[in-house]
């Protein structure tokens, strides 16, 4: 009986889902038939804590894209706020190596889906600022492939 009561609460946490503030819906802009997509699950992100943004691709393609992973870096996912007079601030690290690899390859009409770690540091002034991802990957048809940037939807959070 133990073992039936722990086994179902080992499933229920493998497939409860979070709630992510922002809505699936909410694309960035199309590029060679692929978007991305970012949520949080809080708006509000204390410095100093690590927080989960989830990211998602959508390939409405028919061609297959694959995604890209630099060398030395978990994913080339790069994640920047930028504060009410426009100015960026890059919150992932720099690529190490120039060297480039090929990850996963999400096929025309599916959808991908990550998350990538986040943790502001204590030298970001307290404020409102909007969220963005980037994430570089090549389209494939046939012999040819095409390089692309994608571009996330904005989200609006607060640095505490």
Same mark, same amino acid.
């Given at each position: 009986m133990k073992t039936l009561i722990l086994t179902i609460a080992l499933l229920t946490g493998l497939f409860s889902e979070q709630t992510y503030s922002q809505s699936i819906t909410n694309w960035g802009e199309k590029v060679l038939g692929a978007q991305l997509s970012i949520a949080v699950t809080n +708006? /509000?992100?204390? $410095?100093? $804590?690590n927080t989960i943004? #989830?990211?998602?691709?959508?390939n409405s393609s028919t061609n297959p894209i694959s995604l890209t &992973?630099?060398?030395m870096l978990p994913d080339d996912t790069h994640l920047f706020l930028i504060n009410?007079?426009?100015k960026m601030l890059e919150l992932t690290? *720099? #690529? @190490? !190596?120039? !060297? /480039?690899l090929i990850g996963p390859t999400v096929k025309g009409g599916e959808i991908y889906q990550w998350d990538k770690p986040l943790e502001v540091s204590s030298n970001i002034e307290s404020g409102k600022y909007k969220l *963005?991802? $980037?994430?570089?990957? &090549? !389209? @494939?048809?046939? /012999? +040819? &492939? #095409?390089?692309? *940037?994608? @571009?996330?939807?904005?989200?609006? @959070? #607060?640095i505490k």
């Amino acid at each position: 009986m133990k073992t039936l009561i722990l086994t179902i609460a080992l499933l229920t946490g493998l497939f409860s889902e979070q709630t992510y503030s922002q809505s699936i819906t909410n694309w960035g802009e199309k590029v060679l038939g692929a978007q991305l997509s970012i949520a949080v699950t809080n +708006n /509000t992100i204390s $410095t100093g $804590t690590n927080t989960i943004i #989830q990211c998602r691709i959508k390939n409405s393609s028919t061609n297959p894209i694959s995604l890209t &992973y630099p060398l030395m870096l978990p994913d080339d996912t790069h994640l920047f706020l930028i504060n009410d007079s426009g100015k960026m601030l890059e919150l992932t690290p *720099k #690529q @190490v !190596s120039g !060297s /480039t690899l090929i990850g996963p390859t999400v096929k025309g009409g599916e959808i991908y889906q990550w998350d990538k770690p986040l943790e502001v540091s204590s030298n970001i002034e307290s404020g409102k600022y909007k969220l *963005k991802a $980037t994430r570089f990957f &090549y !389209s @494939v048809n046939g /012999t +040819n &492939y #095409q390089s692309g *940037k994608l @571009v996330s939807n904005l989200l609006e @959070v #607060q640095i505490k």
